[in-house]
Nanobody, 122 residues
Framework: QAQLVESGGGLVQAGGSLRLSCAAS????????MGWFRQAPGKEREFVAA????????SYADSVKGRFTLSKDNAKNAVYLQMNTLKPEDTAVYYC???????????????WGQGTQVTVSS
């Protein structure tokens, strides 16, 4: 069964960095678009970043552009979200997702991880 597992979340002070990892198992995701979304309490799940199947094309939400970097390692069936200069408003549960379309829309993604909490203190 296909599974995505996130790791790397935690508590960090504003201005700090975290690196989230998403490990895929149960199938090869090398031909999938991989995305990261986040959901803060009381808010809808929102797009953070996506990377194409080859690892060359990326897209970022305006709120994280220039601070977050998404990369993909097809050999390891994994994606990584490097988050720098974190802000309190980045606090949320971060979800890894895989889908067939390069999209910023939640429903475009077929597989989801369980999420990892990121908390940024001011």
């Amino acid at each position: 069964q296909a599974q995505l597992v996130e790791s790397g979340g935690g508590l960090v002070q504003a201005g700090g960095s975290l690196r989230l990892s998403c490990a895929a198992s149960g199938r090869t995701f090398s031909s999938y678009v991989m995305g990261w979304f986040r959901q803060a309490p009381g808010k809808e799940r929102e797009f953070v970043a996506a990377i194409g199947w080859s690892g060359r094309g990326t897209s970022y939400a305006d709120s994280v552009k220039g601070r977050f970097t998404l990369s993909k390692d097809n050999a390891k069936n994994a994606v990584y979200l490097q988050m720098n200069t974190l802000k309190p408003e980045d606090t949320a549960v971060y979800y890894c997702a895989a889908g067939g379309l390069f999209s910023k829309v939640v429903r475009s993604y077929d597989y989801w991880g369980q999420g990892t909490q990121v908390t940024v203190s001011s």
